[in-house]
T-cell receptor, first 115, second 113 residues
Framework: GAGVSQSPSNKVTEKGKDVELRCDPI?????LYWYRQSLGQGLEFLIY????????KSGLPSDRFSAERTGGSVSTLTIQRTQQEDSAVYLC?????????????FGPGTRLTVL | AQKVTQAQTEISVVEKEDVTLDCVYE???????LFWYKQPPSGELVFLIR??????QNEISGRYSWNFQKSTSSFNFTITASQVVDSAVYFC??????????FGAGTRLFVKA
């Protein structure tokens, strides 16, 4: 389909392991967001990519979290030395323009469980 | 500071009832955008509506309607004649022109047959 895709859909890992979550935005969308949704909570902003500009990482909760976006398209969110509190659904969204007031199109999310 | 409050954590209704989901926002900006998203059990957020701060006209789309009132900083969402398929978590969100969209905590709606 033409929507935002994320992989894997589910990830179970052991505490201390590293994980990589992938997001494929809608083709042609220039802005990409990562959010975290903990159980029963709203969306917590993590990071924002816009074109070739430096990403805004102000929402990343710790230096164990990092993200990159290669070629202005696919993005990978990496969590190092996972902790149980990292368990959540990680959502990716993309927008056509610079994202400021555009409608965000969300992927299905990756459910991360840290044992 | 910018904030979105959805005071209703969960709402349960019987099919065909009308239901209103409340959203109250805070911002000092005069230009801003408000959104509603639906998150069904499948997990993927679906865009429902976007309104800008200069357009207070209420909007109706089928069984859905939105009441935007700047005087009370509210952007409430009403579902008329609810259906089981409306069961989802609904998020209200605010953007003031920066890249960050602030989401409310969401309201979980259960529609029972």
């Amino acid at each position: 389909g033409a929507g935002v895709s994320q992989s894997p859909s589910n990830k179970v890992t052991e505490k201390g392991k590293d994980v990589e979550l992938r997001c494929d935005p809608i083709s042609g969308h220039t802005a990409l967001y990562w959010y975290r949704q903990s159980l029963g909570q709203g969306l917590e902003f993590l990071i924002y990519f816009q074109g070739n500009s430096a990403p805004d990482k102000s929402g990343l909760p710790s230096d164990r979290f990092s993200a990159e976006r290669t070629g202005g398209s696919v993005s990978t969110l990496t969590i190092q030395r996972t902790q149980q509190e990292d368990s959540a659904v990680y959502l990716c969204a993309s927008t056509v323009g610079n994202g400021r007031t555009d409608t965000q199109y969300f992927g299905p999310g990756t459910r991360l469980t840290v044992l | 500071a910018q904030k979105v409050t959805q005071a209703q954590t969960e709402i349960s209704v019987v099919e065909k009832e009308d239901v209103t989901l409340d959203c109250v926002y805070e911002t000092r900006d005069t230009t801003y955008y408000l959104f509603w998203y639906k998150q069904p059990p499948s997990g993927e957020l679906v865009f429902l509506i976007r309104r800008n701060s200069f357009d207070e006209q209420n909007e109706i789309s089928g069984r859905y309607s939105w009441n935007f009132q700047k005087s009370t900083s509210s952007f409430n969402f009403t579902i008329t004649a609810s259906q089981v398929v409306d069961s989802a978590v609904y998020f209200c969100a605010l953007n003031t022109g920066g890249f960050k969209t602030i989401f409310g905590a969401g309201t979980r709606l259960f529609v029972k047959a």
